[in-house]
């Protein structure tokens, strides 16, 4: 027994004396080239799925679809809300924004955030509504950019939003009046004041100077811009929730909240729960009403002077927005059959797409050779 202990003593002896240790840290270079082969070579495959899914569909006139999936491209146009994208202000339909911080070490996400609402899309042949619930963007990024190398100063055209996400929809000449106004990009973002602190994750944020450089990206749909969208075009009535559909990322608190559900509940067993808005809030309830003309003639007490006869055209753009017939087909996300929204026409949607499916490739080659790299450094004698 003790000349066999005593063997294999000395056969791990000799192992270690002709057997190194790999470097730590071309281990870890190797390993982290593993990795981000791996996730390059998903994004393409991703890539190819979807350019192989629009290269399938040719484009229908919106006014000519049909139920099941369809390609149709156009012009983004707000319904009843829009969106103020969090790092420029920007008034949007959709935004991705992220902010990371480069330390001493290594880089940190500060701040990410991704929203979308419903909108329009319109051709010259008509329009059809956009759920975007659940659905996938390929937008590239409108906004690049990094604080000040030595001082952390912010960079030119960083504006952050200091109000709420969400804004009203907007009309064709408000749209004009927002395109045709000058922002002098190399202003103070906040003039006589400190900038602004948002709270994400429980930690505080300030787009001022801070510890390290950071790094400022933001894409965005804006109204009047062109995108391609690949999706399943469905009747309104088929969706479940509209409200939810309605929404990105379900931001907005509805009867769903398990708070608000409960305040219901109680409202309505003590009878204090209107059936109707008009019941519970009188003209106010009518679009419109307070803050413009209302879409249609108020109730009005007697010897009042009446208001000025309604505008058709809001009285148009109020139905278009909240009355929509069940039959009536829309495009959104459905199980198995995801909406895709790509910027851009479909020809520089499909570009994308197959560049994205270049990169993938490259990330395979990448993940082969750091692998094989990596197995030689394990197994290298000393």
Known sequence: MTGTIDWAAGRAASLDATTSIPDPTLVFLFVAGIVVGLVLLGRGMAGYRRATRMSGISTSRIASIAMGEVLVSGTAEPIELTLVSPLQSATCLYYRARVTESGSDSDSEV?????????????????????????????PDRFDEE????????????????????????????????????????????????????????????????????????????????????????????????????????????EGDPEVAADLAEARQAGLLAATPEAAWGN???????????????????????????????????????????????????????LFVSLGPPAAASARQRDGVVVGLLGAVVAIVSAMALALVASRPA
């Open 111 to 139: 701040f990410r955030e991704e929203r979308a609402v419903g909108f329009r899309v319109r051709d010259p042949s008509g329009a059809v509504r956009i759920f975007p619930s659940g659905a996938g963007f390929d937008v």
């Open 147 to 254: 604080s000040g190398r030595w001082d952390g100063s912010a960079p030119p055209g960083l504006l952050p939003r200091v109000g709420s996400a969400f804004g009203p929809g907007q009309d064709r000449e408000s749209q004009i009046a927002a395109l045709l106004t000058v922002h002098d990009p190399g202003r103070d973002p906040w003039p006589g004041s400190p900038a602004p602190a948002w709270t994400v994750g429980g930690g505080t944020i300030s787009f001022g100077s801070g510890g390290g450089r950071r790094h400022y990206r933001e894409a965005r749909i804006e109204p009047g811009d062109v995108v391609t969208i690949v999706g399943r075009a469905v009747p309104f009535g088929d969706l479940s929730d509209p409200r939810a559909a309605n929404l990105l990322d379900g931001s907005m608190v509805t």
């Open 284 to 338: 106010a309830a009518i679009e419109g009403f307070g803050i413009g003309r209302p879409v249609r003639a108020p109730q009005l007490d007697a010897g009042v002077t009446p208001p000025p006869p309604p505008d058709p055209a809001l009285a148009r753009r109020a139905r278009e927005a909240f009355d929509i017939p069940p039959d009536t087909l829309v495009l959104a996300s459905e199980p198995g059959t995801r």
